[in-house]
Each structure stands twice: as structure tokens, then as C-alpha cells.
């Protein structure tokens, strides 16, 4: 009954969302918030926070096939599930997105193979693949002998991903918060840390639910390592602001996010640093964290932070104008010069939250379906596992 | 006509005789002109790929340029069917192919203006990032969007370091010129008046705009050819490319900035 109410209420939302790319197909992006300046906008937020996260979720699966702890082996499959169906919900929202959505067969047919985007169709198709079939060798005890193969290419493939995920805006010369490098290893590093903390919390509502035991053993063990994840998360987005703020050329669009761009500047300090990172930090390193209560606050908001930064990197860099005529006032019928404001629409909100839907969907249906959680994880079954 | 029906091995009648030779008559009326158009215009034939030999590009005179003219861009919307930004109903959505740009030095109050519109890089950002490679570069150095790959992914606005690209937001109206094809959810820029190019008219829509109303702001012309008006002119004027630091080699070449 619990599976077909949450199964409902989430079909409920994607319906939502396919109304949504109905209105927005039908009549343009005309209807979105989304303009000639602001050209990505709440659709991609949502797209590319869980495309990064999909590639995070598959943490748990690559420590158990790759480093071999064998305490996260009965944990492996369902933290490829969950890669493969937030990777499923990120794409959906992003071809949907699309202005000629329509056209998505011509995307699949004509490539050029000096775009970013090309080579991420073939990133996200490759990790469907490789995710696939490392699934396959972890269910079919036939093949098992292949899921540490399966599992390292699925690594490799995920991090290449990421890195992938990450020059979609780091080659982008035109904007002065893109163009760096910097961006795809801080992508890694934020996939570890969004994925890793949705898996958390995923993982403890289907214990939870299905009235199954997990024990701290497990919990407490990956919070450790999330806090890792957060606190390189944070170092990244330390460094990147320092080296920016050291060149003259950056002062402009450092000022904008950092103190005097309103909504964005409110959304970097308390969205993606307070809320993603330093409370976080604060629960799972002190006593605080020893609570499930607490671990799992630190994860959903670790994910609020999470869809503060991607806004704040994708929305922020794109609200500050292009410095065509450095030290000159700009002024056009076309904004230049301007603070770029944007206002999402109700369509692209429930576009992005039909496509956490599908992937929540998709994970729901591969719980209880392919049934990849063990009976207990208390802590005398993990304790046994380990040796 | 005798000796041609003598080789015919059924004669033709006397009716079918005069069709043919008014036909042949309306023929000649028709196409002659059009050909001769081709002769003098130069014109490249539609089966010719454009070469690249040449380079259009074009030259603007910031000195010249004038204050609160706009007759470029007014030029440009009336060739190619684009809506006005004015009469437009979503300001912030609605495409400009080229806009006015008024520049101010915040310390000596020296004003600048100039027209901003796809600068036709040589290595443009836009080509390098399209997914489909709808955004292409001809050989001529003309930057276009394949109107029919084209998927609205709005990469290459993202990419483009002078925002010289327009999504189309909504149905267009009726204003849609027969060579100038656009469409819902493409994007689009300046296209160099490619159709009056390939007609051979030797200019563009904002080009002969500006000439028209006496400023002389903007030159049009062949950037390969050292005899060519623009590459004299060239020649002369010293010149810059904006944002030259990115190194993208451009066919829009300013005076005055």
C-alpha cells in the first residue's frame, strides 16, 4: 500500500512535468523565464544537478567492486539503480528542455565531435551501458565473476563523465565564471558528495518503509565519508573564488557573486556554502552526527546546497553581462551592460521536479521489482560481511 | 524553321509551329534578363559552392556612426522578416539579429556608438560547441545556423562571447521572408544578408542602410581580395577586433574603439 501511495504521488509529478513540456513545446520558450541572456535556466539546474548526482550515486558500488569492502557489496546494486535512474530523470529534463525537443533523433544522428555536448552524448549513453551491464553482474550470479571488471569500467567511465559534466561550461571562453579547468575535477567532487548524500537518504527511507533493519554500522561509516566529500567540496569552491579574486579582470562577476547580486549572492552564501557545506560539515562531524535524524538532515541539505550551487554556477554566470568593451558603459536595446534578472516559470519548476520524480519513479519500481535490498543490514549481519 | 522541319520526320503543323516558336520567344524574354543579372552581378550559381577565396567581412566606422540612428538595424529586420524589438510583445525574448550599442568611457564621457552583430569568426566559438553541427562557418567565412539540425540546445548562445545569437521563443508570424528561413525553438544571428550574397548583390541590408542615409558607417566587401574596396580601406584605417584577446579572428573589423 506505502509502495503504490509514493508510487502514485510521484506519478502525480511527472505527470505534472509532461504537462509542463507539453505548454513549453507548444508554445515556446516564449512561455519560461528564460530569455535572450538568460539562456539555460531552471530546467538545467535541475538536469545537470542530477546528471552529477548520478555519477555520485554509483560511490557506494565502485567501493564495494573496486576498493572490495565488502560491507557495501549488498548495498552495490541499489547504488547503481539509483546512478542509472537519476541519470534517466537529468537527461529527460535536458532534452526536454530542448527548444526543438522534437528534433532529439537528429541530436542521436549528426555529431560534431569538437562540441562537449557530442562527446556527453556518448558519456551518458556509455555510463547507461557500462552501468548496465556492472547491474547485470552484481544480479546474475552467472556472471559474477565479471563485476569487478564491470565495476572499474564503470568507475573510470563515471569520472570521465563527471569531467565531461564539468567542460560543458569549462570551455566556454565567453563567460568569465566558465573557461577553467577548475570545473571538472570540482564537479567530481561535488557528484561524490550529491550523489553519496541522495544514496543516504534513498537508502534509509527503503529500510524504513519496507520495515527492514539497517544498522548504524553502515550509516555511520558513509557519513564519514561524505563529510569528506563536503568539506572538498568546499575547499574547491574556496580556491576557485580566491584564484578568481586575485585577477583584476575578475573583480566584476566576483562582486556580482559574492556580494552585490542579490538573489545570487543570497543563494552562494547561505544556499550553497551554509546550507550545502558548512552545516552539513557541522552535524557530521560532531555529536550531532551520530543520530540518524541528523544524518539525514545533513544530507537533504546537502542536496538543497547542491541545487543552490548548480543555480548559482549556471543561472549566476549567465546574469552577469559579457565585458565586450572592458571599462566602457554599455547600453543596447539588447541589455548589454546589464544585470541579467531572471524569473523561473511554473512549467520549468515542474519540469525539473518531473525529472527528480522519474528518477525517484525509476528507483522505486527497481527496488521492489528486481528486490536489491537484503532482508537486514543490522549491524551483526555487517559485521559479519566484513570478515 | 524550313530547314529545321526538314529533318523532322513527321512535319509539324502550323499550329503547333507557332506554339513552339513563342514559347521559344517567351523563353528568351524570361530568362535573358535573369542571365544577364548573373553576368553582371556575379552572382554565384546555385550548384557553385561557395569558396574560400574569399572572406566577407565588413568594416565599421564607429567615427561615423551616429547617435540614435538606427536605420542598420531597422535595414537588417526588414530584409530578413525579424520582428522589430519594439513592436515586439516579449522584449527580452524576442530575437536581434543586430542592435546598437552605445559605448561610455566612464572617466573622459567619451561616447561611441556602433552596431554589434555576429562577428563571423574565423575559429568561432559557436561552430566548436554545437552538438549537431548546425552552426557552421562556410567557406566564404559566413557563420550560419543550419536551420533544419538545429536543435534549440542554446550551447552556442552560451558560447558566444559577443551574445550575437537569438532563440526564437515563439510561432513566428507572416513576416517570414521566402530566402531567409526561421522557425520556432532554432536559434538564429546575422547571416550577412547571405541571401543577397549568393544573389550576387555584393552587399548587405544594413550596408546599403547606412550608405543610404549618408553616414557611410559600414563597408562590405571581400577581405581576401587586396583590390577590393574593404581591404583598401583596410589598408588605411587602423582597425580593431573586439575582444581580440580571445584570438578568434574576425570578419567585423572596428574603427574608432
Redesign the interface.
Known amino acids: 500500500m506505502k509502495y503504490w501511495l509514493l508510487f502514485a504521488g510521484l506519478a502525480l509529478f511527472v505527470l505534472f512535468g509532461a504537462l509542463s513540456w507539453n505548454y513549453m513545446h507548444h508554445h515556446g520558450h516564449v512561455v519560461t523565464g528564460m530569455d535572450n541572456q538568460i539562456v539555460w535556466g531552471l530546467p538545467h539546474v535541475f538536469a545537470v544537478f542530477l546528471i552529477v548526482a548520478a555519477s555520485g550515486a554509483l560511490n557506494v558500488a565502485s567501493i564495494a567492486s573496486v576498493f572490495n569492502q565488502k560491507m557495501y557489496k549488498p548495498l552495490a546494486p541499489l547504488s547503481a539503480v539509483l546512478a542509472l535512474a537519476l541519470m534517466l530523470g537529468g537527461l529527460l529534463v535536458l532534452v526536454l528542455d530542448l527548444g526543438r525537443s522534437d528534433r532529439l533523433i537528429v541530436a542521436m544522428t549528426h555529431f560534431n565531435f569538437k562540441s562537449m555536448f557530442t562527446w556527453n552524448v556518448f558519456l551518458y549513453s556509455g555510463f547507461f551501458g557500462l552501468v548496465g551491464i556492472y547491474l547485470w553482474t552484481m544480479l546474475d550470479r552467472s556472471v559474477a565473476s565479471y563485476a569487478k571488471t564491470a565495476g572499474t569500467a564503470a568507475f573510470i567511465w563515471r569520472l570521465i563523465l563527471t569531467t565531461g559534466t564539468g567542460s560543458l561550461f569549462g570551455f566556454l571562453i565567453a563567460r568569465e565564471l566558465y573557461g577553467t579547468s577548475m570545473l571538472a575535477p570540482m564537479f567530481i567532487i561535488l557528484s561524490f558528495a550529491y550523489g553519496l548524500a541522495i544514496f543516504l537518504m534513498v537508502l534509509a527511507a527503503a529500510y524504513a518503509w519496507s520495515g527492514r533493519v539497517l544498522g548504524d554500522a553502515v550509516i555511520l561509516r558513509l557519513k564519514k565519508l561524505l563529510a569528506v566529500f563536503v568539506a572538498a567540496a568546499l575547499y574547491f569552491t574556496v580556491v576557485y573564488h580566491l584564484t578568481n579574486l586575485y585577477f583584476a579582470k575578475m573583480e566584476g562577476i566576483e562582486a556580482f557573486i559574492l556580494r552585490d547580486g542579490g538573489f545570487i549572492t543570497l543563494l552562494f552564501w547561505f544556499g550553497q556554502i551554509l546550507i550545502g557545506c558548512v552545516i552539513p560539515l557541522l552535524i557530521l562531524l560532531t555529536n550531532l552526527g551520530k543520530s540518524r535524524i541528523w544524518i539525514m538532515a545533513a544530507c537533504s541539505l546537502i542536496i538543497l546546497g547542491g541545487l543552490a550551487q548548480m543555480y548559482v554556477t549556471i543561472i549566476g554566470a549567465q546574469a552577469f553581462p559579457l565585458d565586450m568593451f572592458p571599462g566602457l558603459i554599455e547600453n543596447s536595446s539588447f541589455a548589454d551592460g546589464q544585470i541579467h534578472h531572471y524569473s523561473p516559470s511554473i512549467p520549468e519548476l515542474f519540469l525539473g521536479l518531473g525529472g527528480v520524480a522519474i528518477a525517484l519513479i525509476a528507483t522505486l519500481f527497481g527496488v521492489k521489482v528486481l528486490r536489491l535490498l537484503p532482508a537486514s543490514l543490522d549491524d551483526v549481519t555487517v559485521a559479519k560481511l566484513e570478515h | 524553321m524550313s530547314d529545321t522541319n526538314k529533318t523532322v520526320d513527321v512535319p509539324a503543323s502550323p499550329d503547333r509551329r507557332k506554339f513552339v516558336g513563342a514559347a521559344t520567344a517567351f523563353a528568351g524574354v524570361t530568362l535573358a534578363p535573369g542571365i544577364l543579372l548573373m553576368e553582371v552581378a556575379h552572382g554565384r550559381p546555385e550548384e557553385q559552392a561557395a569558396s574560400s577565396a574569399v572572406r566577407w567581412g565588413m568594416l565599421v566606422d564607429a567615427t561615423k556612426c551616429s547617435t540614435g540612428c538606427d536605420d542598420c538595424v531597422t535595414a537588417c529586420s526588414t530584409e530578413n522578416g525579424w520582428t522589430p524589438?519594439?513592436s515586439s510583445p516579449?522584449?527580452?525574448?524576442?530575437?536581434?539579429w543586430i542592435?546598437?550599442?552605445?559605448?561610455?568611457?566612464?572617466l573622459t564621457q567619451m561616447e561611441?556608438n556602433l552596431p554589434?552583430m555576429c562577428q563571423h569568426c574565423a575559429d568561432a566559438?559557436c561552430?566548436?560547441?554545437?552538438?549537431?553541427?548546425?552552426s557552421f562557418k562556410r567557406a566564404d567565412g559566413i557563420v550560419l545556423v543550419n536551420r533544419?539540425?538545429?536543435?534549440?540546445?542554446?550551447?552556442c548562445?552560451?558560447?558566444?562571447?559577443?551574445?550575437a545569437?537569438?532563440?526564437?521563443?515563439?510561432?513566428l508570424n507572416d513576416t517570414q521572408k521566402p530566402d531567409v528561413p526561421r522557425g520556432?525553438?532554432?536559434?538564429e544571428s546575422c547571416t550577412l544578408c547571405v541571401q543577397k550574397i549568393d544573389r550576387g548583390d555584393g552587399t548587405t541590408a544594413c550596408v546599403e542602410a547606412c550608405t543610404a542615409s549618408g553616414h557611410n558607417a559600414l563597408m562590405f566587401g571581400d577581405m581576401n581580395d587586396p583590390e577590393s574596396e574593404i581591404s583598401k580601406r583596410l589598408r588605411q584605417l587602423p582597425t580593431k577586433q573586439?575582444?581580440a584577446d580571445?584570438n578568434l579572428d574576425l570578419g567585423v573589423r572596428y574603427h574608432g574603439?
Do not use: F, N, W
Not at chain 2, 542592435?99 to 566612464?106: A, I, N
Open positions: 524589438v519594439e516579449h522584449k527580452s525574448q524576442a530575437p536581434q542592435r546598437k550599442l552605445e559605448l561610455q568611457d566612464p561611441t554589434m566559438p561552430v566548436d560547441v554545437c552538438p549537431t553541427g548546425a533544419h539540425t538545429c536543435i534549440g540546445c542554446r550551447y548562445m552560451m558560447a558566444c562571447p559577443y551574445k545569437r537569438s532563440l526564437v521563443h515563439e510561432s520556432i525553438g532554432c536559434v573586439v575582444r580571445l574603439i
